[in-house]
């Protein structure tokens, strides 16, 4: 078997933890224990980590796609590692260098003047745009509404 990522270890005294809730140890016990049982049956193991494989990198992939739009592109990407994560090592270590990298250009970013905060949203605006247009979304709705402009069809779906 490959081996599991582990928790960091934490500086932390022991006794910083008393205020915590009874309920985090006895299920983390309990995954363990699941997971364990899971990995005594090769068979069921292969099964659970495919279907794990395959949940993280659907949310891994929808959150990729989405990144541009608004709403929760970077956070499906995090929590589709994170599921791919939990089964696999070099998730665990792309999703450690991947959030290290969004931290650096995230800082970078917001440190900057309203001019590269104002390109980074027309750029973002151009990116939706044309992409909206790629996929023929201008071209099925102009279609609702009796418009047929030639330039609103896409290259793609004509």
């Known amino acids: 078997m490959t081996s599991k990522p582990t928790a960091p270890a934490t500086d932390a005294p022991a006794d ?8 985090e140890p006895v299920s983390e016990h309990r995954w363990r224990a699941f ?4 990995e005594h049956r090769p068979t069921l193991n292969v099964g659970y980590r495919i279907a794990v494989g395959v949940v993280g990198g659907l949310v891994l992939l929808i959150g ?17 590692f994170g599921i791919l994560a939990t089964e696999f090592v070099w998730a665990h ?29 027309v750029a973002t605006f151009a990116l939706v745009v044309a992409t909206l ?7 099925m709705v102009s279609g609702w ?11 793609l779906m004509s």
């Open 64 to 80: 990729i796609v989405t990144i541009p739009y608004p709403g929760p592109g970077w956070a499906l990407v995090f929590a589709g």
């Open 93 to 121: 270590h792309t999703l450690t260098w991947v959030r290290g990298k969004y931290r650096i250009v995230m800082d970078w970013y917001t440190s900057r003047g309203w001019t590269i905060k104002i390109l980074g949203a």
């Open 35 to 38: 997971r364990a049982s899971i």
């Open 16 to 23: 910083s933890t008393a205020g915590a809730s009874a309920a």
């Open 145 to 155: 509404i009796g418009v047929d402009w030639p330039w609103l069809r896409s290259p």
């Open 133 to 139: 247009w790629v996929l023929g979304t201008f071209s």
